[in-house]
Each structure stands twice: as structure tokens, then as C-alpha cells.
């Protein structure tokens, strides 16, 4: 084999004989026989934390990982990154999805390691590790922790986490009383692994399946399914085959992959936040995803999954119906046929082999489409004149042509003061704005879920068209316009929405318009005040390098320029 192994990236001493003799000294202090520190050396960046339940499977996963690399010849050496729990953090898991990237890249770079398996599962956490997998170009195998399985509440099946906001929309309407809240809190997430539905990590798990960069088959495979383990096992035998053959990760991401990978986001009806973080991977890869293309991707793509949030189902279901494979050869016509994944095999030539049993309840034919079209589309528009995000799939039809009046929160502060307010002025047909929620003000959270007024809640209403330059959960549903661009912190011009002006959505036109004459928003715009940037660390360089949305949210000097490039 042809890996460098521990001679690889020599410490720089001076005396590259004294850093190779040192070097092997500290490992043999490990325990390694010299037999064992000859071999290739594959990395396996592994994410455990106690503030990470969605990894909680960690330790055998990397158990099964070492066993396949040392099978196959190679020397397994586990390492940390840093771990993103996505309920543990403040503002938000996203403003940290860079830093995570940055460590991945950096540390699969600097240390001894001729390939490396990427294991993460949770939201960030997938899309950080292809950040740095594409830009580090090492051979590289992504395997994901997996998702859960359901949990039971008096006869129903529950899973996290859009039955946790169903069941609390249901507590805050007052349907729901504060013991079986408490009773569904123990309900909700009761294995291990990532969010149940089809949120934001069921989605990256997919992308980077379809990408090529994890093993075929291998996205949908419960947390706690034995078929993990075998997964992982042959992720590590396979990263060592990397060494010598490749393909490398800029043979595996390229236009065409990524356009199949968003074909494949329309088609489960996927999480709006996968977009972000598949222009942030792509970006690495110095391609472009044009809210056109990504338009056009969704019009000509039938959503063909039928799981929660938009359907029924949940990821088992997904995952016993077939998983990513069924999907791929319903919308095999669509598909760029000629991208590899990291079997160096072509999607052609993966679809060319014979399929299980396909359950057409959750992996609906062609035929018979949940929707005919993709759950995602890309608005523009006086409001959003560099893109917003709308998730027509799990929207209310209803909603999707209205004029009507703007009841304005300032920013996330103001939001949690004012929504149940009794005295709040707002009605069923208004449209609730939230500024300053953007990836420059305030790292992006998903707040662009804004909660229904409790006195509109009360009275019945289920759902309000509500915009944000904010995201929303992948598990979330509602007529929810988001990721609006650029965002208002920076000048957009949704700074300059106020109480009572009207706005206008159009679904159809693909437009989100502020109804008030160009000239008095400039007017509006220049007397805005920005707040201060945050003074110091990794906020300040956050808030100085953090791209807008459609830009993947990246930091500006990590993606690879020229951005067209390759487009
Ligand atoms: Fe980790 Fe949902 S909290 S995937």
C-alpha cells in the first residue's frame, strides 16, 4: 500500500530524522509494535460528547470502524473533534457548524493519517465534516451515527421532533394539560441516535449518501439496527482501500453530484436548512447552487417520501421501505448518472443492481406522488432580493397567494416579550415578521418557527404565514418563509418592514414584496441603526466572515474562489 502512514506531515523540527525518531518513540509509548506503526493510517475523527445524545452510540461505532481498517491492513487512529449537540447550545448549534469544519479540516491535515472516516450524525455535524472532508481532499468515507426509533404515548408512535412541537403547540392552545407534557418529554427521544423525522439530520445523512461520500445503502440505518455496525465496519475497510485507489473527495463532489444531491433534497421533501449546508459543502468544491437552478430542480421533482413533518411516516419506516436506493431509482431519469461515490462506483452503475422490496406507503412511485412537485423552493422579491427559502411541502395550500398587514418583531428579545402578549394586535390573516434573527445578527437560529400567538392559538389558529431571516427546524412545518437575503442586521431590506405596512407572498411568482413605494425603503434603510459587532473570540470573526445564506453561511476565506468556477 502506498499511505505515508506515521511518516506522513513530519513535526517540524529542524531534522527530519530526529521529528521521525521522535515521532515513533511517542507512539510505541501507545503501545503499537513497530509491525503495527508500518501500516497505512486511517483517521476516524470521532464526535462523542456528554452534551451529544444523537452520538450516543459512539464508542462501537468506532469499535466497528477500527476493526474493518485493521481487517483490511491499516492502522485505525481514533481522534476527537468537537461535537455539536443540537438542543445543547447558545445561540445556536449553526454558528459553531464552522468551527467544527475548521477542526475536521484541520486536524485530518495536520495529523499522520492517509485517509479518515467521518462519523457524526447530529444536524451540524455531518455538514461540518464534508466541509472539511472537500476541503482537506484526503480520501474520506462519511458514516453517520444513524436515526432513532419511535417512542409510544397512549397508543401513538412519537418521534423527535415533530411530534414534540405538535404536542406542544397542543400544550399551548391548552389541549394539552402540564402532566402529559411531562409524561410525552420521556416519549419523544428514547434511543439513541439522530432526530426520528425527516429534519435536518435525516436529510444531511441523504446528501451524503447521494453525494457519493458514504457508503451506498447506508443513510437510513437505525442508530441501534446491528446493520450500523456492519456499516461502519465497512467503512473502515474501505478507507483503507482509499489510500491506493482514491477516489478522493473532489472526484465525488462535483456540479453533477450536487445537483443529484438536491434533486434527492426535493424529492424526501428535506429539510430547509439541508439547502444551507449543501451550498456551504458545494462551495467547498468551488460550485455554486443558483436559486434558478434550484428552482427548476424543485418544479421537475415530485416529493415521493411520505414522513413526518410533511407526510406520516418515520426514518424506520424510511429505512425498512428501501431508504436512499428506492428513492434514486424512482427519479432515476432525473439524475446525473455519471458521479461516483466512495466505491469509485457509478450511480449508474449502483442502479443497474437488483432492489429489495420497496413499500410504495412511504416511498411513493413515480405514479403516485405525495407531491408533484419538490418540497423547497427559493423566493425573491422587494423583500428578498438575494433569496429566501420557502418549504411549500409543509405549507397551508391557503396561504400561498395573500396580501396582508405586518406585525413586526425587532428581534429574537422582542419576539419572546411580545407573542403572547394579550394585548398584542395581531390577527389570523396578518403576517408575522421577525428581523435581526440572520446569520450576521444573531448565527441564524432556527427561530424563523415563530410560535402562533397564544390568543390566535386559543381561539383555533393552526397556522399564520410568518418570514424571518431566521431557519426553522427541519423537523418544523407552517407557511414559513425563511433565510431571507441579505438579512436585516446587514441592511436588507426587511430592516425595513414596520407595523402595518403590507406585504405580499406569491407561491406561484415566486416573490415575497414589501407594498411600499422603493423610495421611502431606501429612505427607511438609511436611518436604521446597527447594533455594535460582538468585540472579541470567535463571535467577532463569526460576524466579520459569515456569508448570507445562500452562500451556504460559510466563513468568506474557507470557500474556494473563484466560487463559478466549477459551476
Ligand atoms: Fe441531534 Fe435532532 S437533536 S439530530
Known amino acids: 500500500m502506498t499511505g505515508k502512514g506515521i511518516e506522513r506531515g513530519l513535526t517540524n523540527y529542524g531534522d527530519r530524522d530526529f521529528a521521525r525518531y521522535l515521532r515513533m518513540s511517542f507512539a510505541r509509548s501507545m503501545g503499537l509494535s513497530r509491525e503495527m506503526l508500518s501500516r497505512p493510517i486511517v483517521g476516524i475523527a470521532m464526535t462523542p460528547s456528554g452534551f451529544?445524545?444523537?452520538?450516543?452510540?459512539?464508542?462501537?461505532?468506532?469499535?466497528?470502524?477500527?476493526?474493518?481498517?485493521?481487517?483490511?491492513?491499516?492502522l485505525p487512529r481514533p481522534f476527537p473533534t468537537i461535537s455539536l449537540g443540537e438542543v445543547f447550545l447558545e445561540p445556536t448549534s449553526m454558528v459553531y457548524r464552522n468551527l467544527m469544519?475548521?477542526?475536521?479540516?484541520?486536524?485530518?491535515?495536520?495529523?499522520?493519517?492517509?485517509?479518515?472516516?467521518?462519523?457524526g450524525g447530529c444536524d451540524k455535524t455531518v455538514p461540518a465534516q464534508l466541509m472539511g472532508a472537500v476541503s482537506a481532499n484526503l480520501p474520506a468515507v462519511q458514516l453517520v451515527t444513524g436515526p432513532m426509533m419511535t417512542g409510544r404515548h397512549k397508543g401513538e408512535r412519537l418521534g423527535a421532533c415533530t411530534d414534540c412541537r405538535r404536542f406542544w403547540g397542543k400544550y399551548r392552545a391548552g389541549e394539552v394539560d402540564r402532566a402529559e407534557i411531562d409524561q410525552v418529554e420521556g416519549r419523544l427521544a428514547t434511543t439513541a441516535g439522530t432526530c426520528a423525522v425527516m429534519g435536518t439530520a435525516s436529510t444531511m445523512a441523504i446528501i451524503a449518501e447521494v453525494l457519493g461520500m458514504s457508503l451506498p445503502g447506508t443513510a437510513a440505518i437505525p442508530a441501534v439496527h446491528s446493520d450500523r455496525l456492519v456499516a461502519a465496519e465497512e467503512s473502515g475497510r474501505l478507507a483503507v482501500q482509499l489510500i491506493d485507489k482514491?477516489?478522493?473527495?473532489?472526484?465525488?463532489?462535483?456540479?453533477?453530484?450536487?445537483?443529484?444531491?438536491?434533486?434527492?433534497?426535493?424529492?424526501?421533501?428535506?429539510?430547509?436548512?439541508?439547502?444551507?449546508?449543501?451550498?456551504?459543502?458545494?462551495?467547498?468544491?468551488?460550485?455554486?447552487?443558483?436559486?434558478?437552478?434550484?428552482?427548476?430542480?424543485?418544479?421537475?421533482?415530485?416529493?415521493?417520501?411520505?414522513?413526518?413533518?410533511v407526510g406520516a411516516g418515520y426514518m424506520e419506516d424510511f429505512h425498512s421501505a428501501g431508504g436512499v436506493g428506492a428513492v434514486l431509482r424512482e427519479i432515476r431519469h432525473l439524475l446525473h448518472l455519471d458521479t461516483i461515490n466512495v466505491t469509485g462506483q457509478t450511480l449508474g452503475q449502483r442502479l443497474?443492481?437488483?432492489?429489495?422490496?420497496?413499500?410504495?406507503?412511504?416511498?411513493?412511485?413515480?405514479?403516485?406522488?405525495?407531491?408533484?412537485?419538490?418540497?423547497?423552493i427559493a423566493l425573491s422579491g422587494n423583500l428578498a432580493p438575494g433569496g429566501a427559502i420557502f418549504k411549500r411541502a409543509?405549507?397551508?395550500?391557503?396561504?400561498?397567494?395573500?396580501?396582508?398587514?405586518a406585525v413586526v418583531f425587532e428581534n429574537l428579545a422582542d419576539l419572546a416579550a411580545r407573542i403572547d402578549d394579550p394585548e398584542l394586535d395581531v390577527e389570523a390573516n396578518d403576517i408575522?415578521?421577525?428581523?435581526?434573527?440572520?446569520?450576521?445578527?444573531?448565527?441564524?437560529?432556527?427561530?424563523?418557527?415563530?410560535?402562533?400567538?397564544?390568543?390566535?392559538?386559543?381561539q383555533g389558529v393552526k397556522d399564520m404565514v410568518r418570514i424571518s431571516d431566521a431557519r426553522m427546524s427541519?423537523?418544523?412545518?407552517?407557511?414559513?418563509?425563511?433565510?431571507?437575503?441579505?438579512?436585516?442586521?446587514?441592511?436588507?431590506?426587511?430592516?425595513?418592514?414596520?407595523?402595518?405596512?403590507?406585504?405580499?407572498?406569491?407561491?406561484?411568482?415566486?416573490?415575497?414584496?414589501?407594498?411600499?413605494?422603493?423610495?421611502?425603503?431606501?429612505?427607511?434603510?438609511?436611518?436604521?441603526?446597527?447594533?455594535?459587532?460582538?468585540?472579541?473570540?470567535?463571535?467577532?470573526?463569526?460576524?466579520?466572515?459569515?456569508?448570507?445564506?445562500?452562500?451556504?453561511?460559510?466563513?468568506?476565506?474557507?470557500?474556494?474562489?473563484?466560487?463559478?468556477?466549477?459551476?
Open 52 to 74: 451529544n445524545n444523537c452520538h450516543r452510540t459512539m464508542d462501537e461505532l468506532v469499535e466497528a470502524v477500527s476493526r474493518g481498517v485493521l481487517a483490511a491492513g491499516g
Open 101 to 119: 469544519a475548521m477542526d475536521t479540516e484541520e486536524m485530518v491535515r495536520a495529523q499522520p493519517m492517509d485517509s479518515v472516516v467521518l462519523i
Open 246 to 309: 482514491g477516489p478522493r473527495p473532489d472526484e465525488i463532489v462535483t456540479l453533477h453530484s450536487v445537483e443529484n444531491a438536491l434533486r434527492v433534497l426535493m424529492a424526501v421533501s428535506g429539510s430547509t436548512n439541508a439547502v444551507v449546508h449543501l451550498a456551504a459543502v458545494a462551495g467547498r468544491a468551488g460550485i455554486r447552487i443558483s436559486q434558478e437552478r434550484l428552482n427548476t430542480i424543485s418544479d421537475e421533482t415530485p416529493v415521493l417520501v411520505d414522513l413526518k413533518p
Open 352 to 376: 443497474e443492481q437488483p432492489t429489495d422490496w420497496i413499500d410504495s406507503k412511504v416511498i411513493r412511485p413515480l405514479s403516485n406522488p405525495v407531491s408533484p412537485v419538490g418540497g423547497l
Open 394 to 405: 409543509a405549507a397551508t395550500p391557503e396561504l400561498f397567494e395573500v396580501e396582508g398587514r
Open 432 to 458: 408575522l415578521v421577525l428581523k435581526n434573527a440572520g446569520p450576521v445578527a444573531a448565527g441564524m437560529p432556527e427561530a424563523g418557527y415563530l410560535p402562533i400567538p397564544k390568543k390566535l392559538a386559543k
Open 474 to 567: 427541519g423537523t418544523a412545518f407552517g407557511t414559513i418563509v425563511l433565510h431571507i437575503a441579505p438579512e436585516a442586521h446587514v441592511g436588507g431590506p426587511l430592516a425595513a418592514v414596520r407595523n402595518g405596512d403590507r406585504i405580499r407572498l406569491s407561491i406561484q411568482e415566486k416573490r415575497l414584496d414589501l407594498l411600499v413605494p422603493e423610495a421611502e425603503i431606501r429612505d427607511r434603510l438609511a436611518g436604521v441603526k446597527l447594533p455594535p459587532a460582538p468585540p472579541r473570540g470567535y463571535r467577532a470573526l463569526y460576524a466579520k466572515h459569515v456569508t448570507q445564506a445562500a452562500e451556504g453561511c460559510d466563513f468568506d476565506f474557507l470557500t474556494a474562489a473563484p466560487p463559478s468556477d466549477k459551476a
